[in-house]
């Protein structure tokens, strides 16, 4: 997990569990998601609770593109969601992210997944993240921080929306590359030293 990033204006917020999706596919996805899980931590009236695992994903769409990185995060908010929104748009711009096509190559995303049990229908602004019950790249971070977590929707968990998902798209924990003969990045067996 990565985990230890609150910002200093977060210590005594007693508002609203959110989960927030982050994902990079430009540049240097995984110290992207990282940088952004740090800035999260620091938009006043937000505390970083906790962060999932990187997990590397095929991206979604008809457009040719690297794959992603992506993670979710559990933070405890006193913002409104608008205000929360906009917190995690302004971050997106600090870090170079500017509109693309839809589905298309991102230099970070950040999308609020839930805000506790609240339903939003807004322009531009919609709680629970309308896609998020459809995606693998979302449910399995999300699982891994609370698959209790219940779209407040549907009335279903994080982990009954993994376990019925039918979408084929590939996920997998992300593990840099070692220099040292240990696992690679999209290699998932059990850690043993190389014995050439």
Known sequence: MIMGFQGSSGG???????????????????????????RIGMIPGVRMLRCSSLYRTAPVG??????????????????????????????????????????????????????GQEVVDQEGLKIPHPEMHRRRFVLAPLCELASYAVHPAFGVSARGLLDRLSDPGHVELYIPEATDGMKKADDLSPRVPNRK
């Open 62 to 115: 008809p457009m040719e593109q690297g794959w992603f990185i992506n993670a979710v995060a559990e933070v405890r908010t006193d913002l409104s969601p608008s205000k929360f929104l906009e917190a995690l748009k302004e971050i997106e711009g600090q870090m170079g992210r500017t509109e693309g096509p839809r589905w298309g190559p991102r230099v970070i995303d950040l999308d609020i997944l839930l805000y």
């Open 12 to 38: 005594g917020i007693r508002g609203i569990v959110a989960f927030v999706g982050i994902g990079a596919n430009l540049g240097d996805p995984a110290a992207q998601c990282t940088e952004a899980v740090r």
